[in-house]
């Protein structure tokens, strides 16, 4: 039995291996087991003495001495470090980073909570208990509860060819994560006090050996019925189980051999995928005999394929939907097809762009749904736990094309935004307004032309939220960066300078600006564009136009204007640039 459960594991891990090793990485990483190959004792245990050391300052009374040497510590740090890239001298991820290595950001904590009236005994007090919680929160949701998630795409794997990330957050698709959670924890202790008697704790060890594969088939069984479902299920099956393990003892040898690196990339997650076999094994026996509770374990199509039948039955409304749009497909050719299908730059008449917005609608939910309907990977419409259905692109349509006015429009929109947060940020900081910008009006070109060419140049990338977010780094790193050299070749002035702040490339370009336009890049594509473009379809087209001419003529003028007569001064154009330098640039 044992040789043909470790033949069927294999066959899983060959047909999910990355999958499969980044699930058992992770749950190593987390501490959740696996922790011989990765572990975060070492770091637990480093905050644990920093911790301590605060809390042994906090009972001696002498906070206002550690400030003074944190603040030492930090200053020491600015004038020691002269790399231009891992700057840490300005910036708020620098001064992020600083106090975090430091500790200055507990003690500003504890002086903000000093504050409001709070003795030192009672602070050392919070600050243990405070962490303990968090702790415990982290080990509770994450930690103590993902072994269920890692077993769950065990499962699938077994069974399905195509296992989608989205697979990780299944006890949040079903809304179980806290009685998981709860589940789990419940099963921590009744091992913890098995653990004291030594002998028991050994053998209900594998008398408990299937609960986590028993919640993540149902994570709506109770704690108390998962266990004894465990019980009875492993009864007669221990000694089975202990031989079943030992027959692990090679690979774990090679993995001490190797440094752990034999565990991480194939043993881990070899054992895993065997014991989910064997766990279905035990399962079918469990059904065969009808014991007690075992109707609770009904995810029929977890370990089966569901027929293509009942798969086109369940979801017809999807292939429906396919079929019309595959039925009525425009054939969009020449400079209509070319603008919309690469930019999402319409010229089409209003009935042919909502037609084409439609498709590419049920283009998305094709892909989404063929996979399941192919049966190639688990249907969750047919799961005993009905799952949340994935409906963004139902309720934002962030697929559509933009026509040309609209388009300019959301430019001046985005130009006006980037120049409202820059002189906010100005005005909370130093409290003066500062019209900022090479321009004399209103509006930043740099958020405009940035926010536009998201939309037209990452179009392709809006599919995938994880690419759409790396290349609008890149784009907007390159617009920043191109933007700053050039106002310098031609007026020897700098409009902003990140020398100093933490991952900057010469000043121009810096992580904390880049993270804030990646972050803005997603609200723009896949929110703030699909809302204004509803808002803006809503108003008269002969209105929309008249007020983008006229926003384009005094933009246009104001180009002019500052070309010759930029826009400088105290808080603007702070930042000089040597005419010997200029010079080097322009010969």
Known sequence: MGSNLKNKGRHTLKKHYFLLVVVCLFAAF????FSSSISLTKMQNNIEIKESNLISALKNDNIEEIKKQEEQKIEKIKKENHNNILGRSNGVLSGFINSFTTGSFLITIIQAIQVLGANIQFLAILLVILSLFIIFLLWFFLTNTYVVISRRIFLESRTYEKISKSRFLFLSKVNKWFKA????????????????????????????????????ENPDIKASTAIKLSRDMMYNHKWECFKLELSFIGWHILGILTFGLT???????YKVATFSEYFTYLRNIALKNKIPNINLLNDKYLYEKASINLLQKEYKDIIKSNNEIIKDKMNLTGIKGFLIKNFGISILNKKEKEIYDKQEVAEYKKHHYQNIIAAEAYPIRLSPLK??????????????????????????????????????LHLIKDGVFVNRGALHGPWLPIYGYGGILILIFLNRFRKNVALEFGTTLVLCGLVEYFTSYFLEINHGLKWWDYSGYF??????????????????????????????????????????????????????????????HPNTGKGITSYSVSSTWINKLTI
């Open 30 to 33: 987390l501490g959740s087991e």
């Open 181 to 216: 959670a709860f589940s789990m924890f419940i099963l921590y202790i009744y091992k913890f006090l098995w653990n004291l008697t030594i002998i028991g704790g050994i053998i209900k060890r594998y008398s408990y050996y299937l609960v986590p594969y028993i919640i993540a």
């Open 263 to 269: 565990n991480i990339f194939y043993t881990n997650p």
């Open 387 to 424: 799952e949340e259905q994935d409906q963004r692109v139902e309720h934002t349509n962030y697929l559509k094309s933009y026509t040309i006015v609209n388009i300019i429009m959301m430019f001046f929109i985005f130009s006006f935004i980037g120049w409202i947060w820059e002189v906010s």
């Open 503 to 564: 991952l900057n490339l010469n000043g121009r370009i810096c992580a904390e600006g880049l993270l804030v336009f990646g972050l803005g890049g997603l609200a723009i594509v896949y929110l703030l564009a699909p809302v204004l473009d509803n808002l803006l379809n809503k108003l008269n087209h002969k209105f929309l136009l008249s007020i983008v001419s006229i926003l384009l003529i005094i933009f246009i003028t104001d180009q002019v204007y500052s070309n010759k």
